[in-house]
């Protein structure tokens, strides 16, 4: 239901929706099923409603009932694969068969959509400002309070993707803990994602990854929330250190869009200023959240992408490809003008400015004081290997690795509904390649800057 608008679709009418087949993981056993995007099937809503649909999509919330009555609530915007390369599946086979009975009519689960794990594969840049980080999250570890007993201590990665890249941080801030604590206290590890995240991919490496924080530590206990950061995702007071890097970066909503462009950098005047507003109502209301939910004495670590205060990033130039590999496929007919209208990748960084104004008015923000502020040139490791072999197609190989899956399945989320999984692949693959045979042409680096900051709660006064 949709204010006094009541819709629906038939059995028959779902199944003329373009089919996805996803692997996910049931008590330990992996699965294949068959379904349909959730998204699509909400797509098909939104054409039903056609000007009737209100204008603050971002406000409707989708509600998923079970066949026990439960129900739990979605913004429209997580089911959005503009936020992820995940997206959440209505399933109606398993492993080629029916579902099981108990499971009928449908399953409602999360699957890939780009290929398994492609972002622990291509993340190497935004594993690398993190580990510039290392040394604040690690003061963090040493400076916060602990209570003498033994009840565990929480510690929350806040956007962890799939996994990778948060073991090196976690093990760091293990290792310090440790040794402020007894060996059998319990460290409890969240780490929080959208629901749609690759959950089961966290977790294979969480277990199977000879760096994995967990492998010499029986008393560290992994968990997960799926749930929006931007939304509160544990009980106030709960926390004793966070750390979120690169994940902050990703806007709650789009304003508006983009004019000729998908990326917000690109964006000037009235434009530009509706993405910064938006930008400073998303990092207040992330470090209220964040200040509920840790405890007196807590300590919160977050890394960004930061735009410097005169210039264009490095990433700019890269993003000016893509776009003019989409205006290729445009003319090629390859994608409709249309589509290319709707795409938009709500990735926001934030200059040293915007990132400290919460804190101009007595250097506090809900409770929260900035204790450290670093900022860091990024180096390109790529880039590096490209000065000694000067092998162009490796370079680009590596760069456009990292924009595929950072940002394609993002702008993949604009096309057509009916044009189903392949069509997304094959959008993805043709973007890709484009872009790659512009940066052979065009080599260059990927140099960028990263800032951390680091805050402490202090107690109520």
Not at 67 to 87: C, G, H, I, K, M
Not at 390 to 413: C, I, N, W, Y
Not at 433 to 459: F, N, S
């Amino acid at each position: 239901m949709l204010g006094t608008y009541h819709l629906g679709l038939s059995v028959s009418e779902l199944a003329k929706l373009p089919a996805i087949e996803v692997e996910a993981v049931d008590r330990g056993t992996k699965h294949r099923y068959t379904g349909i995007l959730v998204w699509d099937i909400l797509n098909q809503f939104r054409a039903q409603l056609g000007d009737a649909l209100p204008d603050s999509v971002p406000s409707i919330v989708v509600r998923v009932t079970g066949p026990d009555n439960y129900s739990v609530d979605f913004a429209l915007t997580e089911f959005d694969p503009a936020f992820s390369d995940r997206s959440i599946v209505l399933a109606e086979r398993q492993d080629g068969s029916p579902l099981p009975e108990n499971a009928l009519p449908f399953r409602f689960l999360s699957g890939v959509t780009e290929e398994h794990g492609s972002y622990n594969q291509h993340s190497a840049t935004e594993a690398a400002g993190g580990a510039l980080a290392l040394p604040l999250l690690e003061k963090a570890a040493r400076d916060l309070v602990l209570d003498p007993d033994d009840r565990p201590v929480v510690v929350v990665d806040y956007g962890s993707s799939q996994g990778k890249n948060s073991l090196a941080p976690m093990r760091a801030a293990i290792a310090i803990l440790r040794k402020r604590t007894s060996a059998r206290r319990p460290i409890c590890v969240v780490h929080v994602d959208l629901a749609e995240n690759d959950f089961s991919t966290l977790f294979g490496v969480l277990h199977s990854s000879a760096d994995s924080y967990l492998s010499q530590d029986q008393d560290v206990f992994p968990s997960a929330v799926g749930r929006s950061f931007y939304r509160p995702v544990l009980p106030p007071g709960h926390v004793h250190l966070g750390w979120s890097s690169y994940a902050a970066v990703w806007l709650s909503r789009a304003p508006t869009m983009v004019p000729g462009h998908f990326w917000i950098p690109s964006s000037t005047g009235a434009v530009r200023a509706a993405f910064g507003l938006q930008a400073v109502e998303d990092w207040k209301t992330f470090l209220k959240l964040r200040a509920r939910e840790l405890r007196a004495g807590g300590r919160l670590v977050v890394v960004l992408p930061s735009a410097p205060d005169e210039g264009k990033l490095q990433i700019h130039a890269g993003m000016n490809h893509i776009n003019a590999v989409l205006a290729e496929m445009v003319a090629e007919g390859a994608i409709a003008a249309e589509e290319r209208e709707r795409m938009l990748l709500l990735s926001y960084p934030r200059s040293t400015s915007e990132l400290l104004a919460p804190f101009a008015r007595g250097g506090r923000f809900e409770n929260l004081v900035v204790e450290q502020r670093e900022i860091f040139k990024v180096q390109d490791p790529g880039w590096m290997d490209y000065e000694r072999d000067q092998d162009r197609e490796k370079l680009a190989a590596k760069h456009t690795g990292f924009f595929r899956a950072t940002f394609m399945p993002s702008l993949a989320s604009a096309l057509a509904s009916d044009r189903g999984a392949e069509g997304r692949q094959f959008f993805i693959d043709r973007l890709a390649d484009g872009l790659k045979k512009r940066l052979v042409a065009e080599p260059m680096p990927l140099d960028l800057l990263a800032q951390a900051i680091l805050l402490a709660k202090e107690a109520h006064k």
